[in-house]
């Protein structure tokens, strides 16, 4: 008997160590404040609750979030409990407009540097690029690891939705500014809602850099039933992925999801049948609602000294 717990102390130990030594990585459009999306159920405020009860679930590390409000930044920060974040509002560099913030654990890391550029002709000033719909940014965070003893470099972005060519122009500009404030062989990380594909040409910028890595491609284990945009619409199916992970050379990835998280409204229901269960168990119909349009991907890590 002595035997078995020594045995069974050593692998819970080994199991906790490896966990310990991996990075819960996440990259989550959170959609934006629209009063339209009242309308169907889908508002802010009927969904932040579960939104956070999500990333709460998932224990994400760190993670990049996308058309953040400065209203729905501190809801956020508000149910996550030990969070602190970068970032700034696209509009003035500030709090106006969306950010596309990087949310941290502060017990876990130490944050070093950090800072915001605008995907545009001029990166350093709030401005809006080439034929963007709106105004876009690129938010960083140069972190430290206290458990891990690593540093590494955390970038999460949100690319325009309408213009082709500003998209071109912000892969290459990302691209130029990660080697060049990292440099090709530093630990990276890029999240966010690139609004391009996996066989889009714009994607085979990052693809083909030489230094980063697609994690759905890369990873160990992956689990991803759609793609990543759902349009609120849990019954919608995709293989494309708009939302990326990128990883760089000395950093491994275990696993990859797609999480596909849904709710039932808290509303009356019409009682549904259930066949092969005990009588006193009873059901209601609901309505299936998403936390947002987007779903969270999520990845595990192991960087390399």
């Known amino acids: 008997m002595k035997r078995i717990l020594t045995i069974f102390s050593a692998l819970t130990f080994t199991v906790a160590t ?10 989550y459009n959170v959609r934006t404040l629209n009063a339209k999306d009242y309308e169907h159920g889908d508002g802010w405020t009927q969904r932040v609750d579960c939104l956070c009860d999500v990333i709460r679930f998932s224990d994400f590390d760190i993670f ?46 130490a944050l070093l540097d950090s800072g915001t550029f605008w995907l545009s002709e ?22 430290k690891d206290k458990r891990l003893h690593r540093k590494f470099w955390f970038f999460n972005l949100h690319m325009d939705h309408k213009g082709t ?3 071109r122009e912000s892969a290459k500009l990302i691209v130029a500014h990660i080697a060049k404030q990292c440099g090709k062989k530093a630990n990276v990380i890029l999240t966010g809602d690139f609004n391009v594909a996996q066989d889009n040409e714009i994607f085979r910028i990052f693809a083909d850099c030489g230094f980063l890595h697609d994690a759905y491609e890369v990873a160990e284990v992956r689990f991803a039933p759609t793609g990543t945009f759902n349009s609120f619409k849990p019954t919608n199916y995709t293989t494309r992925r708009i939302d990326h992970i990128w990883v760089s050379d ?11 998280y849904h709710y039932w409204r808290d509303e009356r229901g019409v009682e549904a049948a259930n066949t092969d269960a005990p009588k006193d168990v ?16 999520n990845a595990f890590l192991r960087i390399g000294k």
């Open 165 to 167: 060519e500003a998209r």
């Open 282 to 297: 009873k059901s209601e119909s609901r309505s299936i609602h998403l936390p947002s349009d987007h779903y969270p991907i």
């Open 64 to 109: 990049g979030a996308q058309e953040v409000r400065y209203g729905q930044l501190t809801d956020m920060l508000a149910r996550l409990d030990g969070y602190a974040y970068v970032g700034a509002g696209r509009d003035d560099g500030m709090t106006k407009g969306e950010y596309s913030p990087i949310f941290y654990k502060q017990e876990r890391f």
């Open 122 to 143: 001029t990166p350093n000033v709030p401005s809006k690029g080439w034929d963007a719909r709106y105004p876009r940014v690129c938010s960083w965070g140069y972190f």
């Open 250 to 260: 000395k950093i491994a990835v275990e696993r990859y999801g797609v999480l596909t």
């Open 18 to 27: 490896l966990c310990a030594q991996t990075l819960n990585v996440a990259s």
